[in-house]
């Protein structure tokens, strides 16, 4: 089902481009994590196509001649019957400010129309509280007398425990005690000790005294094009608990978004995706409109790397990746103009890589471990605790490993390099490899449409050519040497062929792109059954 509750098309599970869900807008509330205090604060967020905007509650004057734009100062006189009409928490020995926790309806606080829950307490009667205990400010409101004056000032990142419902626990308390909790509220809603015990007017608002609101402002907006999001602390395994981190290309950090549930933070995290991948699509279409038709981009997107070696003080770092015409690219940061293309960290040729799922995480939480390419075993494959994970073989023997945070993203890398390898395969046609056996000097060619051709590199005279469907077998000592097992079609006698390569990886890696290519061409819909990646993605 999509967002508006219909069906979703079925022709979306051929798009590989992106998500299988429609681009979203959406509004909720999260709790945005400060690592350094170690305190949440309560945000909103607001998803359009482009950009996720934070919102912080702040008080505003809506009318009225505005005295402070920061500080309000309220007077209010205590009823007989519900004091002041406000609870506060918090206090100077917890390091958090004295803020107003609750207020009653229909009472003093309430009526005055100035005061609202998250309000620090400046100042009462003329004297300030900023470093004052919990327990002070308690004993100065009920003993403040009939008219109490309060300054108060909205904390716009008063930390989430700090309004918590009457009566909730936190650390540090002592319901034994008697006295007042710096983390519970303190009702001050009950009478204070007042020097005059006729019934006291209500407080009310001044026709002329400003009027103000808690609303709802933005404060940091964080564009979605290019950006990426890590539900890892930084370079490591640890997951976030139902939280994670949206980063924009221009380095606008979001900071850590947590969510009250793994449900709420997975429609979050699609939802961010979708439109970050819907964006990276528009790119991709507008660089496609400057590119020849041979040179076109296939896919791009961000993942986490690996990095390889025990000297590395991260184990993971954010890589920009790209399928663009004949080569696979690796960058530190995004291309944005053509001349950022040349500028990759990495380039390869896209008939010399092989892809491999490595993981992926099911609904029960079974790991799959899928190896795809026999023979080539790294031992961090089993110690990575990351689900989502690929890697890329390269020439000599060499291979990047990568992480990516969602299943359907796996899919989607998986299918793009099918395409991109076999669009490569049908353009080049073929490929030659220089090569040598018992000291003579050989020509090793892989055909898209004749096959396997080997021949003398000074004479050019063809020692021997076989198909693609004669190929019964290989075996390589993992350095140079390969032996190809073909079968003679009139005799059915298995004949071996040995070659010695400079890069044999490179080698291997072609004839696997060829054959695949080959066979996608003669049944598109084998290869399709054989991804692991999108079979399980996809089906759940």
């Known amino acids: 089902m999509n967002v508006a509750g219909k069906p979703a098309p079925s022709a979306q599970l051929e798009r590989p481009d992106s998500l299988l869900v429609p681009t979203w807008t959406k509004t909720g509330i999260a709790l945005l994590y400060d690592e350094i205090t170690e305190n949440t604060y309560e945000i909103r967020l607001k998803l359009t196509k482009e950009v996720l905007t934070l919102q912080k509650q702040d008080v505003i004057c809506v009318s009225g001649s505005d005295h402070s734009a920061n500080h309000r100062t309220v007077k209010l006189r205590r009823q007989p019957v519900g004091g002041l009409g406000l609870s506060i928490k918090g206090g100077a020995e917890h390091k958090v400010p004295v803020v107003i926790s609750k207020i009653f309806k229909d009472q003093a606080a309430d009526q005055s129309g100035m005061l609202f829950i998250g309000d620090a307490v400046m100042q009462v009667n003329g004297i300030n509280v900023e470093n004052a205990t919990h327990e002070e400010v308690v004993h100065l409101l009920r003993n403040a007398g009939d008219e109490v004056t309060i300054t108060v000032q909205y904390l716009r990142e008063a930390p989430s425990f700090l309004k918590l419902p009457l009566g909730s626990p936190g650390p540090s308390s002592d319901h034994s005690s008697g006295a007042s909790s710096p983390l519970f509220d303190s009702g001050l809603h009950l009478n204070g000790n007042s020097t005059n015990t006729a019934p006291s007017s209500p407080s009310s608002p001044i026709a002329n005294e400003p ?267 993992g350095k140079t040497r390969v032996k190809l097992l073909f079968q003679n079609t009139e005799t059915k006698q298995i004949e071996t062929k040995e070659l010695e390569f400079q890069d044999l990886t490179a080698v291997l890696n072609c004839i696997h792109s060829f054959i695949a290519a080959k066979v996608a061409s003669l049944d598109p819909l084998f290869i399709d059954s054989q991804s692991i990646a999108r079979k399980y993605t996809y089906s759940n």
């Not at 053509?338 to 491999?356: H, M, P």
């Not at 099911?362 to 994970?389: F, K, M, S, T, V």
């Not at 055909?447 to 005279?461: I, S, V």
């Open 211 to 477: 009027k103000y609101e808690k609303r709802w402002l933005d404060t940091l907006s964080v564009p979605l094009s290019m950006a990426r999001i890590s539900r890892y602390k930084a370079g490591t395994n640890k997951l976030r608990s139902n939280a994670f981190e949206v980063l924009a290309l221009d380095g606008v950090s979001s900071g850590i978004l947590q969510y009250c549930t793994a449900q709420e933070s997975a429609d979050w995290l699609r939802a961010l995706s979708t439109n970050i991948n819907d964006l990276t699509l528009q790119n991709i279409k507008m660089a496609n409109k400057c590119s020849s038709p041979s040179d076109q981009v296939i896919h791009m997107g961000w993942v986490n790397e690996r990095l390889q070696g025990a000297d590395s003080p991260q184990l993971y770092k954010f890589k920009f990746l790209a399928l663009k015409g004949s080569s696979f690219y690796i960058f530190s940061t995004p291309p944005v103009s053509t001349l950022d293309w040349v500028r990759a960290e990495k380039i390869y040729n896209l008939c010399e890589v092989l892809f491999k799922v490595h993981k992926l995480w099911l609904n029960d939480d079974c790991w799959l471990q899928a190896n795809l390419y026999l023979g080539i075993h790294q031992d961090y494959e089993l110690e990575d605790q990351r689900p989502y994970c690929f890697s890329v073989v390269v020439g000599h023997s060499k291979s990047h490993y990568f992480n990516v945070e969602l299943g359907s993203d796996l899919g989607v890398w998986e299918k793009s390099f099918q395409r991109a390898i076999f669009l490569e395969v049908q353009k080049t046609g073929s490929k030659t490899y220089m090569c040598s056996w018992q000291g003579e000097s050989l020509c090793f060619t892989v055909d898209f449409a004749l096959g396997f051709t080997c021949f003398d590199n000074k004479t050019k005279n063809v020692l021997w050519r076989y198909k693609f469907s004669q190929l019964k077998g290989s075996s390589d000592d």
